[in-house]
């Protein structure tokens, strides 16, 4: 039996209560030598499926994902688990994963409890658990939240993956502590600011320093502007500020939507670490950007006409397009719409990739959309091909591997049969070669095939966020009586296209990258435009040769 080990802990005293990483390694490693079973994981340079710093509460994690995926394609027979909350502690997504995996005919095993899903028994004792594990995670949150408030009130950094730039966190006192040079450049950004540089400029100044960013990255516009407004610089911390709504998913649908908190419930305390900036010139820096914000008055124009917007890419820079109303008559006031690389909002960045009409723009992606289309149209198209990629690439791909395994079978029985007879000399050596050769070669052809449809199934089945997008988008569709908002034009576009790189206004076919299936539909299109453009050819070709030679 070929057995998957998947391995998780979220927090540092899930280690100190016995649920290392380790002692579940060891534990469910000699669970598989006392059954005789076969460990098997395709992540490179593991053996198991570990998640290290990961909730259970959600099953956005790297090591989960890549599990699901490998199920998906039956790489393995039984996924252990040294306890089954490791898997989930969201009643919900267990049983979704309970479901799926018994479809592939694939069972969960744990290692320290007496439940499987072998047996209707066992499956109804793993739901109970997956209700106490999600009641038993409500009940932490509850425990925990007192602690992280009271922890905050003491002064305690309890902030997110990287500490403020201008700080470093001490971890043996939980608190920040200044880094004297980092904090010379936050005092030299709001120097910067006040004197009536712009955060644009103050962003272009360090970024040709090229002085890093706590992340590693470089300065940017987004950076300046949140140094300005974070009040840690005061020597506060302010917790609670946001949190993640787990009712309402992002547009993507790949994560929560992050949402302010009221005011009330938002802990603000003073006097925690040694500040760098005084109140007075941080309430200047506040001022300043209020009035900023207020602008001239005059409302932005807001439209839905830039589908692209998100796909388009500059091939100077590398850097996005995005829509922009440029005024194309100024004695009339009247102004289109053209896509422009975002470059231009960096003064410190120097792109000569010129913008491009929105319509001349659509012009080229409404061409690619005639080539996946063909004579049908895109809707019907993308409801066929949505059909196949998510119901039918195990079926498909896993008989097409069947049938090549048959042959190779058959192709290998045959050779050794040839060797019998001639080893028994009744065949000669030259019509043994002979026969050796072709079925030799057969042989290579058929490990390519395999060797393709393989990767081609693995390929296929690591897309699963993709084909749950495409389905969401599909099934919101039908709700609304296939009737297209803006909104889902734009959407499409994503779901279709990964990135269209633009030089000079034209798309670079050679870096246009499509989602699948789309890129195969795309591909064969092409192919047959090829086809029948030779075949036209070929046509007036021979009505060329009927022409009299003095026509000719």
Request: proline share 3%; net charge positive.
């Amino acid at each position: 039996m070929r057995v998957a080990i998947y391995t998780r802990v979220s927090t540092e005293d899930q280690a100190r209560e016995g649920f290392s990483l380790e002692v579940q390694k060891q534990v469910l490693k000699e669970f598989i030598q006392r059954n005789g079973w076969t460990l098997v994981c395709s992540i490179p340079n593991r053996d198991i499926y570990e998640d290290d710093g990961f909730t259970g509460f959600n099953t956005d994690r790297p090591a989960f994902k890549i599990l699901r995926s490998d199920a998906m394609r039956k790489y393995f027979d039984l996924i252990l688990v040294y306890k089954l909350d490791r898997l989930n502690r969201k009643l919900k997504d267990m049983l979704n994963f309970l479901e799926e995996l018994d479809h592939l005919g694939i069972s969960i095993k744990s290692a320290t409890e007496p439940f499987d899903t072998t047996t209707s028994a066992g499956k109804f004792l793993i739901q109970m658990l997956g209700s106490s594990a999600e009641f038993e995670r409500n009940r932490l949150v509850e425990r925990v939240f007192p602690g992280m408030v009271m922890g905050v009130k003491k002064g305690h950094w309890q902030g997110a993956r990287y500490s403020p730039y201008g700080y470093r966190y001490n971890k043996e006192i939980k608190k920040l502590e200044m880094v004297p040079a980092e904090a010379e450049i936050v005092k030299e950004i709001y120097s910067m600011y006040l004197a009536g540089s712009s955060s644009s400029k103050i962003a272009g100044f360090f970024y040709k320093k090229d002085i890093q960013t706590r992340s590693g990255g470089k300065f940017n516009t987004k950076f300046i502007c949140d140094v300005l407004k974070n009040k840690v610089y005061l020597g506060k911390l302010v917790w609670n500020k946001n949190h993640y709504d787990t009712r309402t998913k992002t547009k993507g649908g790949k994560g929560y939507r992050y949402v302010k908190n009221p005011q009330s419930e938002v802990i603000e305390v003073d006097g925690t670490h040694r500040p760098i900036i005084d109140q007075e010139i941080f309430d200047r820096a506040q001022a300043r950007m209020k009035c900023n914000r207020k602008g001239s008055g005059v409302p932005k124009f807001k439209n839905n006409i830039y589908y692209l917007s998100g796909v388009l890419y500059c091939a100077e820079c590398g850097l996005k397009y995005h829509g922009v109303m440029v005024v194309s008559n100024h004695r009339k006031g009247t102004k289109k719409a053209w896509y422009r690389c975002i470059s231009r909002s960096y003064p410190y960045i120097s792109c000569k990739n010129g913008q491009v009409k929105v319509d001349e723009m659509h012009d080229q992606i409404f061409d690619i959309l005639e080539v996946l289309s063909g004579q049908n149209p895109v809707q019907e198209e993308f409801e066929d091909l949505l059909r196949k990629v998510t119901y039918e690439p195990n079926e498909h791909y896993a008989d097409q591997i069947d049938q090549k395994n048959l042959k190779l079978n058959g192709n290998l029985k045959n050779q050794s049969d040839l060797f019998d007879l001639y080893k028994e000399g009744r065949l000669n050596i030259e019509i043994y070669r002979q026969k050796a050769d072709e079925l030799r070669s057969e042989e290579a052809s058929l490990k390519r095939d395999l060797k393709g449809l393989q990767v081609s199934m693995i390929d296929m089945e690591r897309g699963i966020d993709e084909r749950l997008r495409v389905q969401y988008f599909l099934k919101s569709l039908q709700e609304k009586d296939r009737k297209w908002s803006e909104a889902d034009k734009k959407e499409f576009m994503r779901i279709i296209f990964k990135k269209i790189v633009i030089k000079d206004g034209e798309i670079v076919s050679e870096l246009l990258e499509m989602n699948r299936p789309w890129n195969l539909l795309y591909q064969k299109g092409l192919q047959c435009q090829t086809n029948q453009l030779s075949q036209k050819r070929k046509i007036r070709s021979s009505q060329y040769v009927c022409v009299p030679s003095a026509a000719r």
